[in-house]
């Protein structure tokens, strides 16, 4: 039975949240597995960079999908691989490469989710302000991953690291269920015919050079790289931090390194939606050059707040947090709306391809750079970690001020 009375919005969101439950699993156990099979820094950063490779490698497919079939149709494949990506983890996993290859599945089936659940709202909804519902769908994934945190964490305080995994696969299977049983199929499908994807579907290159024309909507994606490049890197490392900072103070924080990470992370959902809704007054590229750079101060602000009080070292992770997130609607709200509508599945597939590319890069850069410069014992280490992965933003906001990006109608 299909509930055809309730809204898609809140279906989608609550999918999404239960889709997004797998994200944190391996930030919270990043410390655990590191010990466990004496990684290097960077390879655990390549283990976490190895959910959005699998991210990167699936979405194209997905997108192209999109606009062929409903949507809805390629959400229920991405909900069932996120699962098996999960179990896999959690059951045959045991040593940095296996980890690759599992890790690499979960983030394809967040490839099979994320955007396609987009895709079945704009697909869905005929009424209202389209970029309000995707402020909402874009702010959720602050709570999807909030919730990742918190869960990952009480899971791993009483069980081995493999049953995070095991259990947190239920997740993106309860998302598929929902999908499959409350979101009806399309009444009036426009796609015809066979499916017959090519290689240019996929990778449609000559659409892409069409996107990347437009200089507006190639000022969001570009944003959104670098935004995702600092967002996954710090998520990925956060409770690694927590843990590194009560070390050097010798006092406790008020939560768990988990839990903390997990609050902190619902209150970029806030600032995603008010972020939007500053950007519609002000115009989105000047609201993102303001976030970016904010957030540049925020994050190296909290690398050297290390040694301090804990209520200190908090308030600048939840100042990051939500600068981080203040400009994520605003930039996807961006590109839809300004992606013509014949190449708008293209747009937000490389929107979305280079976006977690940006989170691909990110948690292996911090990795190396902590490698680099003194490892997780060192408070110079974790400062230059974080400047690693802040100062794409900054040189974002000074490239796009130069090529007259902000001076662009925004509405």
Known sequence: MR???????PLMLMAQTCALLGFACYAVVLTTLQEEWHLSNLESGLIASAFFFGYMLAVPLATALTDRVDARKVYLIGGLSATCGLLGM???AFNFWTALFFMAINGAGLAGTYMPGLKILSDRIQSGELTRHIAFYTAFFGIGTGFSYLCSGWILSVLDWHYVFGIIALGPFTAFLIVLLLIPPLQHEKWKGSIQIRLRDIFPINKWKLVLQDKKASGFIFGYTAHSLE?????SWLVAFFVFCAAVTGESFLLAATTLAGVINFFGVPASILGNEIALRIGRQKWVCIV???SAVLGIALACSTGQSWWLIVAFAIGHAIFIMADSATLT???VISAKEDIKGAAMGLHSLMGFGGGMLGPAIFGFVLDISGSRSSQAAWVWAYVAVVIWGVLFVLYERRNG???KAAQ
């Not at 509930?3 to 919005?9: A, D, I, L, N, P």
């Open 3 to 9: 509930f055809r009375s309730v809204g898609y919005t």
């Open 231 to 235: 967002l996954f890197a710090s998520r």
């Open 333 to 335: 709200a961006g590109l």
């Open 405 to 407: 990006w902000i001076s």
């Open 90 to 92: 959690g059951l045959l």
């Open 292 to 294: 970016m750079l904010t």
